[in-house]
């Protein structure tokens, strides 16, 4: 099994910074995408960025020059640097990760964490 575990979250004014990380744990081979989902109140879980195992990065344009993913493959972390942080950025946010979890098979599961709430004040 694996586990996400996610932290990093908690309550910051408009224009202050956050760094969320998280730590995949558990019978690992290999993760290939690593990213970072948000889901505000009454609404869906949207992606915020994601990494691949190569470091390609996928992210929305809404937090385009403002967020910054990147991981640590020997740990199999990822971290999620937030600058300039607005009120919309509030939400609980959730780690994902596509693991393969054994040598003899090539597929890989998605797993996510438990979600940490990242609140923003004006």
């Known amino acids: 099994q694996v586990q996400l575990v996610e932290s990093g979250g908690g309550l910051v004014q408009a224009g202050e910074s956050l760094r969320l990380s998280c730590a995949a744990s558990?019978?690992?081979?290999?993760?290939?995408?690593m990213g970072w989902y948000r889901q505000a109140p009454g609404k869906q879980r949207d992606l915020v960025e994601a990494?691949?195992?190569?470091?390609?990065?996928n992210y929305a344009d809404s937090v385009k020059g403002r967020f910054t993913i990147s991981r640590d493959n020997a740990k199999n972390t990822v971290y999620l640097q937030m600058d300039n942080l607005k009120p919309e950025d509030t939400a609980v946010y959730y780690c994902?990760?596509?693991?393969?979890?054994?040598?003899?098979?090539?597929?890989?599961?998605?797993?996510w964490g438990q979600g940490t709430q990242v609140t923003v004040s004006s």
């Open positions: 558990g019978t690992i081979v290999h993760i290939n995408f």
């Open positions: 994902n990760a596509d693991v393969r979890l054994t040598y003899y098979s090539g597929t890989y599961r998605t797993y």
């Open positions: 990494i691949t195992s190569g470091g390609i990065t």
